[in-house]
């Protein structure tokens, strides 16, 4: 990364990761064919697809975003021959815990390093309680070792923590359950499980921060259209807002009221964000975000933002480093089980481009300064964090020397493409693979 640069342009990043998910795991259940278009071609949204083809599903693609499943009902999933491999991706193994929890075949679901140290006591809980046999680790990771179980029941829970991981999880599991399954938020998270079943045709109860659901019912394949990921899309909304020139036009991302964090938080601290042509897409809204460059100045990040922008403080700390004043976040002790310890990561990177970034148990502080490089202090570890090492890409258009970024190959994870994008428009940047 060598420093300085504006971004300029307009692109469509890649198709949301979260619904990414979600379509290939309500299409395989449902009855019929669903043809999906605009998904994520990105290493943990492939996991996801793989992982039902060795459950016997026919699915076509992904060729240019476009994948064609045909659905084989709540019953016709099939007994994998061997144990099934998420790679880094989180939302593949909660989501699927909670799918393959009412199955009537057993299944163990395995994940590399970093997978293997994330906390799964927070979905094999809540599967308990319904009935669901799921083995871990003693210390509560995976590999998830599912027996099948006669029959799952309904439960009644309150998440303990503010995860949609956990609420999809249990919903999923809730399909397969005798009578109702209920689940409520502490906050809001992202509903895209709740808006997709309603699309498949399954009917869903909301309530506030409360939704239910009744087992035993059907889905029915149809068509979807995945928006951009505004989570991808956070990376350019930063780059655009801290290097002065920036104009960008960020198309067809998703703007579902649980995820806009990002951009609540960026306009709290003065950036110049429009959405244009807000619209609605495969049951999701969705517009065009044009960003401006602007001088940012530091907030106290209200903590209803936090479940908004949970994915997106990474991007957020480097807009933070380079904001006038002081950035607070309080409350968001879940990054330091996200990927990577987010806070720990990110504060020991901002520390070495000598940033004024003091890490607490469920948050950070962190003073605006100006970027330094890494040639005195070495290459910023992005911990094999996708985010991280994105994040850490944007700062280059501040800094005053080169920025060298290592363990990056996962970027591959939820942004394929990301270096090229960037580059074109108009980012200092250089991929090297070892
Ligand atoms: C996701 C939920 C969030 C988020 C993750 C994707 C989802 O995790 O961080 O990247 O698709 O449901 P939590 O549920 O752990 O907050």
Same mark, same amino acid.
Do not use: Q, R, W, Y
């Given at each position: 990364m060598t420093p300085g640069g504006a971004l300029t342009g307009r692109w469509r990043v890649p198709g949301d990761k979260s619904i990414s998910h979600r379509a290939i795991m309500l299409a395989a259940i449902a009855e019929g064919e669903t043809r999906i278009s605009g998904?994520?071609? &990105?290493a943990d949204a492939l996991a996801t697809l793989a992982v039902f083809r060795q459950l016997g599903v026919n699915i076509d693609g992904p060729d240019g975003g476009l994948v064609r499943v045909r659905g084989v009902g709540m019953r016709g999933l099939q007994a994998p021959a061997e144990a099934l491999d998420l790679g880094n991706s989180g939302t593949s193994m909660r989501l699927l815990a909670g799918l393959f929890a009412g199955q009537t075949f057993p299944v163990t679901l395995t994940g590399d390093v970093s997978l293997s140290r994330r906390p799964m006591r927070r979905v094999t809980e809540p599967l308990a309680l319904m009935g669901a046999q799921i083995a871990t680790t003693?210390? &509560?990771?995976?590999?998830l070792v599912i027996t099948p179980t006669a029959q799952l029941k309904g439960v009644d829970y309150a998440l303990p923590v503010a995860s949609a991981q956990v609420k999809s999880s249990v919903l999923l599991a809730g399909l397969y359950a005798n009578g109702e399954t209920c689940v409520t938020e502490p906050a809001r998270t992202r509903d895209h499980t709740e808006r997709m079943l309603t699309t498949f045709g399954y009917s869903i109860r909301r309530q506030g921060l409360r939704v239910c659901l009744t087992g035993g019912g059907r889905l029915s394949g149809c068509r979807l259209t995945i928006p951009a990921d505004i989570s991808s899309a956070a990376f350019f909304m930063v780059g655009a807002s801290i290097a002065p020139g920036s104009d960008v036009l960020l198309e067809e %991302? &998703?703007?579902n009221p649980t995820r806009v964090g990002i951009v609540n938080i960026l306009r709290a601290m003065g950036a110049d964000i429009e959405l244009i042509d807000r619209r609605t897409v495969g049951g999701e809204p969705v517009a065009d975000i044009r960003v401006c460059y602007a001088p940012l100045k530091g907030i106290q990040i209200p903590v209803d933002q936090v479940p908004l922008a949970i994915d997106e403080f990474p991007a957020i700390f480097i807009a933070a480093a380079c904001a006038e004043g002081e950035t607070i976040l309080t409350g968001a002790a879940e990054l330091r089980v996200k990927e990577s310890d987010r806070i720990a990561v990110m504060a020991n990177g901002l520390a070495q481009l000598g940033i004024d970034a003091e890490p607490r148990p469920d948050g950070i502080r962190i003073i605006g300064g100006q970027l330094g490089s890494t040639a005195a202090t070495g290459a910023i570890d992005a911990h094999g964090d996708h985010r991280v090492a994105m994040a850490f890409a944007m700062a280059g258009l501040r800094a005053s020397g080169i920025i060298e970024i290592h363990d990056?190959?996962? %970027?591959?994870?939820?942004?394929? &493409?990301f270096a090229t994008l960037a580059a074109n428009s108009g980012l200092n940047i250089v991929e090297q693979r070892v």
């Open positions: 998904f994520l071609e &990105g003693a210390d &509560g990771t995976a590999p %991302v &998703g703007i990056c190959a996962n %970027v591959e994870t939820s942004f394929p &493409g």
